[in-house]
Nanobody, 117 residues
Framework: QVQVVESGGGLVQAGGSLRLSCAAS????MGWFRQAPGKERAFVAA????????SYAPSVKGRFTISRDNAKNTVYLQMNSLKSEDTAVYYC??????????????WGQGTQVTVSS
């Protein structure tokens, strides 16, 4: 069983930045997803175990950066130029994903990100 634990959420003003962290106990592809109130959970970004494959949702490309430190079993999501529409619960996921967008087996509990306008 892979343990997945997110941290780093909080309240930030529009235009500001936050960095989310996700610690996972396995050696997996890792993804970030988010769920806004009243909406379905949506893909945000993902990175393969080697770091050789990275994928972003169009809505965050150019503003968010995903990276990982395998020595620490940790994945990061640097979020810049935040907008009110980025407000959501952010979930980290781990697993073996053929396309980085789906197929994750393990999920964290989520961390709230709130962007005030």
């Amino acid at each position: 069983q892979v343990q997945v634990v997110e941290s780093g959420g909080g309240l930030v003003q529009a235009g500001g930045s936050l960095r989310l962290s996700c610690a996972a106990s396995g050696h997996d592809d890792m993804g970030w997803f988010r769920q806004a109130p009243g909406k379905e959970r949506a893909f945000v970004a993902a990175i393969s175990w080697s770091g050789g494959r990275i994928s972003y949702a169009p809505s965050v490309k150019g503003r968010f950066t995903i990276s990982r430190d395998n020595a620490k079993n940790t994945v990061y999501l640097q979020m810049n130029s935040l907008k009110s529409e980025d407000t959501a619960v952010y979930y980290c996921a781990a697993g073996t994903s053929r396309n980085l967008i789906s197929g994750y087996d393990y999920w964290g509990q989520g961390t709230q990100v709130t962007v005030s306008s």
